[in-house]
């Protein structure tokens, strides 16, 4: 399965169509959630792994928050807006430097974790189309560095 990344020029905000509920009715709340943890999994090995917390507990925390995002914009029950509110994410993401490059590490972490999924292709694809549009939407830095202000 070939799962390609978009490129689009910076503040370019493309539009997000959401993942067909195909997708949540075949992972389910914790298929999703295995998802989620294999993609931080990932991340926290990657070149982008200090946007991430360091300590365990807070890292666990940004697992469970990213999970009750999908499930919700899966189709699933509205977790994230139960626990954190509206899912603002780019101001949720403001405090980070995420740049084009920093946005490339990231899906690829996540087409590796949904690689390793045994679901049909289509499912797959809708999911991808999504995290590959919106995560444009979280690119606030034109120059291709990795730096978190953890002031913030």
């Given at each position: 399965?070939?799962?390609?990344?978009?490129?689009?020029?910076?503040?370019?905000?493309?539009?997000?169509?959401?993942?067909?509920?195909?997708?949540?009715?075949?992972?389910?709340?914790?298929?999703?959630?295995?998802?989620?943890?294999?993609?931080?999994?990932?991340?926290?090995?990657?070149?982008?792994?200090?946007?991430?917390?360091?300590?365990?507990?807070?890292?666990?925390?940004?697992?469970?928050?990213?999970?009750?995002?999908?499930?919700?914009?899966?189709?699933?029950?509205?977790?994230?807006?139960?626990?954190?509110?509206?899912?603002i994410m780019?101001?949720?993401?403001?405090?980070?430097?995420?740049?084009?490059?920093?946005?490339?590490?990231?899906?690829?972490?996540?087409?590796?974790?949904?690689?390793?999924?045994?679901?049909?292709?289509?499912?797959?694809?809708?999911?991808?189309n999504y995290?590959?549009?919106?995560?444009?939407?979280?690119?606030?830095?034109?120059?291709?560095?990795?730096?978190?202000?953890?002031?913030?």
């Open positions: 399965m070939d799962l390609n990344i978009n490129t689009y020029q910076y503040g370019e905000h493309p539009e997000v169509k959401k993942p067909d509920p195909e997708f949540y009715n075949l992972l389910g709340d914790e298929g999703i959630r295995k998802l989620v943890s294999r993609h931080y999994d990932l991340l926290r090995l990657s070149p982008i792994k200090d946007l991430f917390p360091v300590e365990d507990a807070a890292f666990e925390l940004a697992k469970q928050h990213s999970a009750d995002f999908m499930i919700q914009i899966c189709g699933g029950p509205d977790y994230y807006n139960q626990h954190r509110g509206r899912p780019a101001e949720r993401h403001a405090p980070f430097t995420i740049s084009p490059k920093g946005r490339i590490v990231w899906l690829t972490c996540y087409k590796q974790a949904l690689l390793e999924l045994n679901i049909p292709g289509e499912a797959v694809f809708s999911f991808w995290i590959n549009v919106f995560s444009n939407w979280v690119v606030n830095a034109p120059a291709d560095h990795f730096k978190i202000d953890r002031k913030l």
